[in-house]
């Protein structure tokens, strides 16, 4: 069972332009959620990350947005940029005792010059 | 501050060997966490080591092991091979102090050891 779903396998889009990854979760025990950028031959590398209490955060170009009644979040980058070609991975997890990072299966960006 | 390490970055066998990866987490990092990343299943969690101990496991055959040394390198065994144990496998250390895994501290991974099983 799936409980980080990440329903799009890839995504592309012209730079300048916004980039928006959306990512779903079926666990409502989940308070924390990452997103990791990931080159070819590298592991992933943190992006941002959002707590539950909050429905927005942003950094820089990057900005989470979580709608927890929708069980969503999402990842907006503005201006898209061709080095943000990437794998993005969603994650989550239960910051309580004996929690895990669960992750999705990642979503391919292409960002086109 | 050096990163985190994995040996071998790469590495082929044949179905039913047994193969051991290493990681060297980031100097001072006590958790280090084992993920297998495929693309049909994307990453999923293996397990935890903490201060030698394993804190949590994902749901992975009894085929998976692993453990923690005292300078909190860790080695992940993967026993009998299977073709589909093929996959790129992945070290994360992580600075949090003991008290619970909520992983609120980012989690800094290394570039991973590629396993092909023949």
């Known amino acids: 069972d799936q409980q980080v779903k990440q329903n799009s396998p890839s995504l592309s889009v012209q730079e300048g332009r916004i980039s928006i990854l959306n990512c779903d979760y079926t666990n409502s025990m989940f308070d924390y959620f990452l997103w990791y950028k990931k080159y070819p031959a590298e592991g992933p590398t943190f992006l941002i990350s959002i707590s539950s209490i909050k429905d927005k955060n942003e950094d820089g170009r990057f900005t989470v947005f979580l709608n927890k009644s929708a069980k969503h979040l999402s990842l907006h980058i503005v201006p898209s940029q061709p080095g943000d070609s990437a794998v993005y991975f969603c994650?989550?997890?239960?910051?309580?005792?004996?929690?895990?990072?669960?992750f999705g299966k990642g979503i391919t960006l292409s960002v086109r010059p | 501050k050096a990163g985190v390490t994995q040996t071998p970055r790469y590495l082929i066998k044949t179905r039913g060997q047994q193969v051991t990866l290493s990681c060297s987490p980031i100097s001072g990092h006590r958790s280090v966490s084992w993920y297998q990343q495929t693309p049909g299943q994307g990453l999923q969690f293996l397990f935890e080591?903490?201060?030698?101990?394993?804190?949590n496991k994902g749901n992975f055959p009894g085929r998976f092991s692993g453990r923690q040394f005292s300078n909190s390198r860790s080695e992940m065994n993967v026993s009998t091979l299977e073709l589909g144990d093929s996959a790129l496998y992945l070290c994360?250390?992580?600075?949090?102090?003991?008290?619970?895994?909520?992983?609120?501290?980012?989690?800094?991974f290394g570039p991973g050891t590629r396993l092909t099983v023949l």
């Open positions: 994650a989550a997890i239960s910051t309580g005792a004996n929690s895990k990072l669960t």
């Open positions: 080591y903490f201060s030698e101990t394993q804190r």
């Open positions: 994360a250390s992580s600075p949090q102090t003991s008290g619970g895994a909520g992983v609120l501290d980012t989690q800094y």
